[in-house]
């Protein structure tokens, strides 16, 4: 392949996600989704925007209360290189976030497993709150984080009272 040719493959995948971006802020989640799976399935060599790909279509699943999917992409989104440090925050912040949402649609059983999930990433994210930039994320991590260790102990106590 050509370096012009590269150049233009990048600057499709930058069109192409900006567009999927209109469509999510749109909320047209059918039209971004479609766009997102099709750039994923294509070839694209920089990590830094499968990540931010990946991370769209995982807050598109959230969106639209499809928690499993969510948490299925946020994962894949972490196993790939990032260097940004607020970038992984914020994955991280979204899968807990999502975990702990999963948890209001199961059982009991299950609502503690999720919960505990949710509250070990939330517990790695605590470690790096430092790292947060953003004093709304920042304020807005720590309340969730407060209400979910909130819910754990109640969730562990009625547990342990049976």
């Not at 299950?110 to 304020?139: A, E, G, P, T």
């Amino acid at each position: 392949m050509l370096s012009s040719d590269i150049k233009d493959e990048e600057r499709k995948v930058e069109i192409l996600t900006s567009l999927g971006n209109i469509y999510k802020d749109k909320k047209e989640y059918k039209k971004a989704e479609k766009i997102y799976t099709e750039l994923l399935s294509s070839d694209i060599k920089d990590e830094e925007r499968k990540v931010e790909i990946l991370t769209n279509l995982g807050n598109i699943y959230k969106d639209k209360k499809e928690y499993e999917k969510a948490e299925k992409i946020y994962k894949k989104a972490l196993t790939l290189s990032i260097k940004e440090e607020e970038k992984k925050i914020e994955i991280l912040f979204s899968l807990g976030c999502v975990l702990r949402d999963m948890a209001n649609c199961l059982s009991e059983k299950q609502l503690f497993c999720y919960i505990k999930k949710s509250l070990n990433v939330f517990v790695d994210l605590f470690k790096k709150r430092h790292l947060i930039k953003n004093k709304d994320i920042k304020r807005e991590f720590v309340k969730i984080f407060r209400d979910t260790c909130r819910d754990f102990r109640k969730l562990n106590k009625k547990t342990e009272d049976k």
